[in-house]
């Protein structure tokens, strides 16, 4: 007859302890109670609700996770109160600088509200954007979509399941964070008309992205009022590489002034036309838009029309928790200012020699 086993010491004194990678098992509840003298349920309310114990034992209890390096496992508070202290963020493409500043102005955004951002990318697909979006959504409380690629009818459904704000679009129905194209673009217009340009060419982004359309009307508008000839041209991909490969629709028009879609076009246009012997900006004036990071490094550095990328994803990440907690608009627009920021890559016209 075999001997009866002894009862684990773990499981008289609390549910068994999963390791951390260093081999040291993570602190739980109980090991924070023992050591603060109190029951585990007071610690639970002590971290997961603070006010519902006194002062002098919320002290103890803190004190006592900080010994122990305590890290609250978002996805088990989730459980009693559906709640992961988590929002998505999802981007059209990771490696353009144009998301940085949304990322980081989000990120600070979070952390101040004691939030932690979850980061994905849709490549410029509404499939996998939408794929990704549902995945995200299975775990996180509300979702921002940056530059989204996806229809407007997807939005309002992941929008219907959990709190969803937008930047750089709009969906009617959906709260969005939008900058208004409208006042940066009106100014590089007349001053590339000043400047002795009389044909201005845009070349536009992704044929799903809404921001490009917005940005072609703005254009269109613009030249109208100023008595220019526009004309819009098709990029490739919105990158770099993108650019490149405009630069001979771009002579080809007879333009002599270009606005891009985005600094990265602008970027890959200037570099092609200038292997080619053109002359920025005696014989061809570049203007780019968002001025990202890096826009002034060019020889000569980058004309772009400004978008405030930062205040665009702290804008969305309050309005995502304003909405979480109770206090948001559920489907209102807020739009930003752009402005022009003059730089070398635009300038006076100069006659043929």
């Known amino acids: 007859m075999t001997e009866p086993k002894t009862p684990d010491v773990a499981a008289t004194t609390g549910p068994a302890k999963k390791h951390a990678r260093d081999g040291k098992p993570n602190a739980t ?3 924070i109670a023992k050591v603060a003298g109190v029951n585990p349920s007071t610690v639970s309310r002590a971290l997961s609700k603070p006010g519902r114990v006194s002062a002098k034992t919320q002290k103890l209890i803190e004190d006592a996770a900080a010994e122990l390096n305590y890290q609250v496992n ?15 963020l999802i981007v059209a493409d990771i490696t353009n600088p144009t998301f940085f500043d949304i990322i980081r102005g989000a990120e600070t955004t979070a952390t101040l509200r ?5 980061l994905a990318e849709s490549a410029e697909s509404a499939v996998t954007e939408l794929t990704a979006a549902r995945r995200m959504m299975a775990t996180v409380d509300g ?3 940056a530059s989204p690629r996806m229809d407007d009818d997807d939005i309002r459904a992941l929008a219907r399941d959990k709190p969803v704000v937008v930047i750089n679009r709009e969906v009617d129905g959906v709260p969005c964070v939008v900058p208004d194209v409208n006042k940066g673009i009106s100014e590089a217009v007349r001053s590339l008309a000043a400047n002795g340009h009389k044909k201005v060419a845009f070349v536009a982004g992704p044929p799903q992205s809404w921001m490009s359309a917005r940005r072609w009307d703005g254009v269109r508008a613009a030249c109208e009022w100023s008595r220019l000839d526009a004309v819009r041209l098709e990029s490739s991909k919105p990158t770099v590489d993108g650019g490149r490969q405009a630069a001979r629709a771009v002579r080809d028009s007879g333009a002599t002034a270009v606005l891009t879609y985005n600094d990265l076009l ?4 200037m570099q092609e ?4 012997g053109v002359v920025v900006p005696d014989q061809i004036s570049i203007v780019g838009f968002d001025d990202i990071f890096g826009a002034d490094f060019t020889t000569p550095p980058l004309t ?10 702290s804008v969305a990440a309050t309005l995502l928790l304003d909405l979480l907690h109770g206090t948001g608009d559920p489907a209102g627009t807020l739009r930003v200012e752009t402005e022009l920021v003059l730089r070398g890559s635009s300038g006076r016209l100069l006659p043929p020699r």
């Open 273 to 276: 036309l200038q292997a080619a």
């Open 74 to 88: 978002p996805f088990a508070r989730a459980l009693p109160t559906g709640r992961t202290s988590t929002f998505g």
């Open 143 to 145: 979702l921002i979509l």
């Open 114 to 118: 004691d939030y932690t951002l979850v």
């Open 29 to 31: 509840i109980y090991d």
């Open 304 to 313: 772009t029309v400004r978008s405030p990328l930062g205040e665009c994803g």
């Open 266 to 269: 602008a970027i890959g246009l």
